[in-house]
Each structure stands twice: as structure tokens, then as C-alpha cells.
């Protein structure tokens, strides 16, 4: 009988513990170009997120998989980048376009993908920079939807988007790390231990990630000797654990000076 309650008490224990393990959140976006890389993405081990984009060949079959192996979905939201050098789609959100336009388009696009749960920037590094974009872009994904999340990718240092999206009335979150800003293996690796050391200080980190060969090679190296020590949850799942324990000033302070990509 003391054996069987202490082996009770140990199991009861070691639960708590993995309560307590830091969170993982992956983001794996711009999926939608490539139908073997989208597939393998959405095969990886764990509870992760996978923004589509809209209006590419397979983004629609993509969403379709994901979901169907309960995994998250959300938009992957063109919006007009400050370089000149990155590629832009031509359905992409810009600062030729009015509120009414804005709002219009937002909806169109939305749309376009079944099953999502949220939205994230895709480039966007010029438009998240003003206010006066980004609230009625908020505006738009709250009337379409209320339970919407906005996850800003970040691709500015000057964004303003998770604010707005706040001030909106959505639940937000923002990203800690890119993956593969540097798509060589070694880069890609150290990027890697830095989300994993990051969500150790915090408790949690969202990294965001991409469909590449080299990206895919270092995550299912790693993922699934990471579920020892963390856990994984999707981004909406992130942002309920958020909601119970906010981060402290001093973490604030730590995310404002977090290295920022090349624009996109």
C-alpha cells in the first residue's frame, strides 16, 4: 500500500514538473509555393503553426492537410516590403490603397484559406511600421472575425503592428526568432539553440521558420529529443499560457533589443 502511494505521489510529481517545462511555439510560414516541402512541414513532430499563403497553387490542399492532421492554420498576410530587392505578391497589402481598400482586400484574402485560427505578416516590413496602416488593417481582421489572432513576424524593428493589433481588441503575440534569416545549416543550428535557450529564460519563444530543405533537415534532427525538455503548443495555445502568466518587465526589455533580420 505505502509503495503504491508513493509511486502515486512520484507520477503526481512528475507531472507537475512537465507542467512546468518552457514552452516551444513554430511557426513555419510561407507555405503555398511548394506541395513536397508544405507536406513536409506539416509532418513534423509536434503541435506547431503553419501560415499559408494565400493565392499559390497549393495553399488551399495545404491548409486542407494541415488541418485534417490537427495542425494550426493561419494567414500569411502579404503586406508591401521596404526593399525594393524582395519579391512582392501582387495581391500584397500597400500604401496606395484607402481604408475601404484595405479593409476589402483584407477580406478577400482571408477568404482564400480554410481553417485558420490567426494571421501573421508576411514581409510587410514598411506597412507595420504606421499606425495608420496597421488599425485599419486590425480593424478589418476583428470585423471578419473576432477570435482572430495577429502574430507579428517583425520583419521591422520599428513595427507597430502588435500594438495595433492589440488596440484592436485581438489577442497578439509577437515572434522571438527567425530560423533561417540564413538558410546555411551552421546558421540555421545556432538560430536554433538560441530559441531554445530564449525559452528557457522566458518560459516560452515563437520561432518562425520556413519550408526549406535546410530548415526541415535541422528541426527533425531536433524536435523530437526537445519534447524531453520543452513543450510545443501552437500559437493560439501559446497565447492562452500568456494570458495566465504575463511576461515581466525585464523579459519586455530582453525582446526590444533581440536582433532584427534583413527587411522583408
Not at 211 to 231: C, G, I, K, M, S
Request: aromatic share 6%.
Amino acid at each position: 500500500m505505502i509503495r503504491s502511494w508513493l509511486l502515486l505521489l512520484a507520477l503526481t510529481v512528475t507531472g507537475a514538473a512537465a507542467d512546468q517545462r518552457p514552452v516551444l511555439s513554430l511557426v513555419i510560414d510561407d507555405l503555398g509555393y511548394s506541395l513536397e516541402n508544405g507536406l513536409a512541414a506539416i509532418d513534423l513532430d509536434g503541435d506547431h503553426t503553419y501560415a499559408i499563403l494565400p493565392g499559390a497553387a497549393y495553399s488551399r490542399r495545404l491548409a486542407e492537410h494541415a488541418h485534417g492532421n490537427n495542425k494550426e492554420v493561419i494567414l500569411h498576410l502579404p503586406m508591401q516590403s521596404i526593399s525594393s530587392r524582395t519579391a512582392h505578391e501582387p495581391n500584397a497589402l500597400n500604401e496606395a490603397m484607402d481604408e475601404d481598400q484595405l479593409t476589402a482586400n483584407v477580406h478577400s484574402l482571408l477568404d482564400q484559406i480554410p481553417f485558420i485560427r490567426g494571421v501573421n505578416n508576411h514581409m510587410g516590413s514598411h506597412l507595420t511600421e504606421f499606425d495608420f496602416f496597421m488599425r485599419p488593417v486590425m480593424d478589418s481582421i476583428r470585423s471578419y472575425n473576432p477570435q482572430l489572432y495577429f502574430l507579428d513576424s517583425r520583419t521591422s524593428p520599428r513595427s507597430v503592428a502588435h500594438a495595433q493589433a492589440l488596440e484592436s481588441g485581438l489577442n497578439s503575440v509577437s515572434r522571438d526568432i527567425f530560423l533561417d534569416n540564413e538558410t546555411n545549416l551552421e546558421s540555421i543550428r545556432l538560430q536554433y539553440n538560441i530559441w531554445l535557450t530564449k525559452a528557457r529564460e522566458r518560459g516560452s519563444a515563437i520561432a518562425i521558420g520556413h519550408p526549406f530543405p535546410n530548415t526541415l533537415q535541422v528541426l527533425r534532427e531536433n524536435l523530437t529529443a526537445a519534447h524531453f525538455d520543452f513543450r510545443f503548443l501552437r500559437v493560439s495555445r501559446l497565447i492562452d499560457e500568456r494570458k495566465n502568466r504575463p511576461a515581466s518587465t525585464t523579459v519586455q526589455q530582453q525582446h526590444s533589443r533581440l536582433p532584427m533580420p534583413r527587411p522583408l
